[in-house]
DNA sequence: CCGTATCCTAATGGATACTG
DNA sequence: CAGTATCCATTAGGATACGG
């Protein structure tokens, strides 16, 4: 198997792209750019879909989504208001690798429970 | 661009995948696995390395590595102590996914930043 | 050298109530 | 409907000191 080396700059202390690295290292992100990948959504479809989601943290993470460039957020002016999230073409470049390791959490999930009951047991 | 759909399952409040996206979405544990793709290391290599960890966060990370199965510690019986981190054959299969969303991070970092500022300057 | 233990602060994040 | 505002409990995580 072949391993791929990061770029040294990440293991700085400041180095920016740590920054875009906690951007999507948040809990609910991942699965709000899941969601979005199959199409725009309104607030409230995003808040009934997503199980455990308080509204202040949907709110909280789609602002920073728009924020960094990632969702386009739209309101329509009607009453009562609607407003669509939807990605943008950036958005959309990241849903690859985020699959990807989504997928990988899927595949290991059974591994890693397991490891955790064995470290569990050797530790009583 | 081909969007691929999560699992249902992880938009469910308890499902035990989220738990292992947590695990991963963690602001230290990419760098470790990072530097550990490229082979072992001593707890005082890694501490050193990764700049800005304190002590305390790089045992705890090492340690829910350890407990996830994704990182194999040998402690070698001698004075002064000889610890050493690699991956386990699991750890290493989850470089790949990973360097893909850290290749991610450093190509859109200005995109990112350019619409962080428009984001600014358009609230103000 | 490789930790653990303790203390302490700042940030996270839920619950609830209220608004255009 | 789509938020904002406020309060509050929990946690994360740094600093420091100490131990095997």
Redesign the interface.
Known sequence: ?E?????RG?????????H????????WT??II??L??GPRRFAELHR????ISQKMLTQTLRSL?????VQRTVYAQVPPRVEYALTP?G???????????????E??K??????Q??AEASS
């Not at 391993?3 to 770029?7: D, K, P, Y």
């Open positions: 198997m391993i791929v080396t990061l770029s990440v293991y700085e202390a400041n180095c920016p792209t740590r875009v690295l906690d951007v999507i290292a948040d809990k991942t699965l899941g969601l990948a199959d879909q997503i199980g455990g728009e924020r960094d460039g990632l950036m959309q470049t990241i849903c690859e690798p985020l699959t990807a390791l989504i997928s990988w959490a899927e290991n999930i591994a890693i429970t397991d490891a955790q064995r470290y």
